[in-house]
């Protein structure tokens, strides 16, 4: 079984989630690569722009941004100031942690509520390629998804006793 930074227990089928993320997120990072290549080429060397490669780079980008921020949450990897946390006792860390977890399932909660606003309304596509923009937006979704097991695992951690 594999640790995590902050050295407690990872699960078998979170070390396979986030593998599977790796391997999306570096898709993702080869498509948004090719799709721009694609259009600088056609743009300084054919004389024409290619509007398929500029949306499509777009939404391949949006996706990585948000799939990689997902990840960055399962693995902690996320920036954090903890100068005055390091110097707080033991008490006030854990209040401190369990106050930032209780925030961030408050980011959750919004964002599931305003995509469930964003599915009840009009939703348009994209002009070139005509994909909906649910899929575009589903991006964020997908993040939050990831960051609420990210965040339940450090609330588990936090109430066990491994503050982070």
């Known amino acids: 079984m594999q640790t995590s930074p902050t050295s407690s227990p990872m699960p078998p089928w979170l070390g396979l989630l986030i593998t ?6 570096g898709l993702l990072v080869l498509g948004v690569v090719f799709c721009v290549t694609a259009n600088v080429f056609g743009r300084f060397v054919l004389n024409t722009s290619y509007a398929w490669a500029e949306e499509m780079s777009r939404v ?13 949450s399962l693995e902690r990897e996320h920036v954090a100031v903890t100068f005055f946390r390091d110097l ?10 369990l106050c930032v977890i209780a925030l961030i399932y ?3 909660l919004s964002i599931g509520l305003g995509f469930h606003d964003l599915i009840t309304g009009y939703v348009s596509e994209t002009p070139m390629l005509g994909i909906s923009k649910i899929w575009l937006y589903s991006a964020m979704l ?8 990210a ?14």
């Open 20 to 25: 599977t993320l790796r391997v999306a997120v």
């Open 60 to 72: 391949l980008f949006i996706w990585l941004v948000l799939l990689g921020a997902g990840l960055g």
């Open 88 to 97: 707080a006792p033991k008490g006030l860390k854990r209040l401190l942690s």
């Open 106 to 108: 408050l980011v959750c």
């Open 142 to 149: 997908v993040m939050g998804g990831l960051t609420l097991i």
């Open 151 to 164: 965040n339940t695992l450090a609330l588990i951690d936090v109430l066990r006793g491994r503050d982070q």
